[in-house]
Antibody, heavy 117, light 110 residues
Framework: QVQLVQSGTEVKKPGASVKVSCKASGYVFTSYHIHWVRQAPGQGLEWMGWMFANSGETKYTAKFQGRVAMTRDTSISTAYMEVSDLRSDDTAVYYCARNAGSPHDSWGQGTLVLVSS | QAAPTQPASVSGFLGQSITISCTGTSRDVGGYNLVSWFQHHPGKAPKLLIY???ERPSGSSNRFTGSKSGNTASLTISGLQAEDEADYYCCTHAGGQISVFGGGTKVAVL
């Protein structure tokens, strides 16, 4: 069955970077997009962008352009999402999802990133 | 890109039907038949209920129905059950291969 397993909780200081991984199994990794969505405490879901796992093509919302990088390692069917120059308002649960909002939709369990001095 | 507007909360009695609206613009909700709806229980991954305005993926109950009129999409939950108590989000294509979530609606079952 399709599974997306994300890396564990991260605690970072302001200004640092964090890289969250999302390991896919149960399907052909390079045939789909990986989307990233986050939810800050007490806030709603926020769509960050996507990466096509085959070519590595990416698209980010304007808010994250320049501070977020989505990459992948096809040899281990793993997608990565790196946020640089972390701020306190980047504290959130980050989700990866295969083709979110499509009939092929499948989500990871979420990764908590806590930014605190 | 502004988020589509959803009511902050909607409530209904067990067995009743409720409707959640998602109001955007002609550049997002109204411009594409690419509206999806997600159910989100705290601490769990979001679950897709509806895609492409009104299509149900496998595993989604037929108690969930999606529709759209102009710049407003809607999700109707019929036969409200206790486990339907959750947060609900619409998500729409917004041009330029970008998507945006609505602000979310908390559903309470009375």
């Amino acid at each position: 069955q399709v599974q997306l397993v994300q890396s564990g909780t991260e605690v970072k200081k302001p200004g640092a970077s964090v890289k969250v991984s999302c390991k896919a199994s149960g399907y052909v990794f390079t045939s789909y997009h990986i989307h990233w969505v986050r939810q800050a405490p007490g806030q709603g879901l926020e769509w960050m962008g996507w990466m096509f796992a085959n070519s590595g093509e990416t698209k980010y919302t304007a808010k994250f352009q320049g501070r977020v990088a989505m990459t992948r390692d096809t040899s281990i069917s793993t997608a990565y999402m790196e946020v640089s120059d972390l701020r306190s308002d980047d504290t959130a649960v980050y989700y990866c999802a295969r083709n979110a909002g499509s009939p092929h939709d499948s989500w990871g369990q979420g990764t908590l990133v806590l930014v605190s001095s | 890109q502004a988020a589509p507007t959803q009511p902050a909360s909607v409530s209904g009695f067990l067995g009743q039907s409720i409707t959640i609206s998602c109001t955007g613009t002609s550049r997002d909700v109204g411009g594409y038949n690419l509206v999806s709806w997600f159910q989100h229980h705290p601490g769990k991954a979001p679950k897709l209920l509806i895609y492409e305005v009104s299509e149900r993926p496998s595993g989604s109950s037929n108690r969930f129905t999606g529709s759209k009129s102009g710049n407003t999409a809607s999700l109707t939950i019929s036969g409200l059950q206790a486990e339907d108590e959750a947060d609900y989000y619409c998500c729409t294509h917004a041009g330029g291969q970008i998507s945006v979530f609505g602000g979310g609606t908390k559903v309470a079952v009375l």
